[in-house]
C-alpha cells in the first residue's frame, strides 16, 4: 500500500494563522518607529523654517507674509537675498501638507510655525497631534 504525504487542511489552517499573527505583530512594530521618524524630522524641518525665517527678517527688516516669500522673491520687498531654503516651492512637512505659518504668534512670539502631523488637520492625538516650534522648545 502507497502511503501518500501532504498537509490536512487544519494544518494548513494552523500555519495560515500563525503567519497571520506574526505579520500583525511585526507590522505593527514597523509603523510605530516609521510616524516618530516623521515627528522628528518635521520638528527638524521647523527648526530650519525659523532659521530662514530670521535671515529674511535680517536681510528685509519684516517677517515673511507667508512661506512661498522664503523661495520667491515677494513684489516689493526690499534686499530679499533668497531663496532662503533649498526647496522651490512652498515646503511641507513629512506628510505633504503644508506647514501653517502665522505672524503675530501665540504667547508673545513673532510666529508660529506648526505641522498639524498625519491626519493635516489642527488638533489631534498620539500620530495626529500638532508640532508647534515654540512647544518644542520648551
Known amino acids: ?17 500563525i ?14 518607529p516609521v510616524d516618530t521618524s ?10 530650519q523654517l525659523e532659521s530662514a525665517i530670521t535671515m529674511y527678517k535680517l536681510d528685509t527688516s519684516k ?27 512652498e515646503p511641507k512637512d513629512p506628510w505633504g501638507n503644508r506647514y501653517e505659518y502665522k505672524i503675530p504668534g501665540a504667547d508673545g512670539q513673532p510666529f508660529d510655525l506648526i505641522s498639524y502631523a498625519a491626519d493635516g488637520q489642527e488638533g489631534g492625538e498620539k500620530e495626529n497631534k500638532d508640532i508647534k516650534l515654540h512647544e518644542e522648545e520648551d
Open 1 to 17: 500500500m502507497k502511503r501518500h504525504y501532504g498537509f490536512t487542511l487544519i494544518e494548513m489552517m494552523a500555519v495560515i494563522i
Open 63 to 89: 517677517y515673511p507674509e507667508s512661506l512661498r516669500d522664503l523661495v520667491r522673491e515677494p513684489e516689493g520687498a526690499n534686499n530679499w537675498n533668497g531663496p532662503y531654503l533649498k526647496e522651490t516651492a
Open 19 to 32: 503567519i497571520g499573527i506574526l505579520a500583525a505583530v511585526i507590522g505593527s512594530n514597523i509603523i510605530k
Open 38 to 47: 516623521r515627528r522628528t524630522a518635521a520638528i527638524q524641518s521647523l527648526k
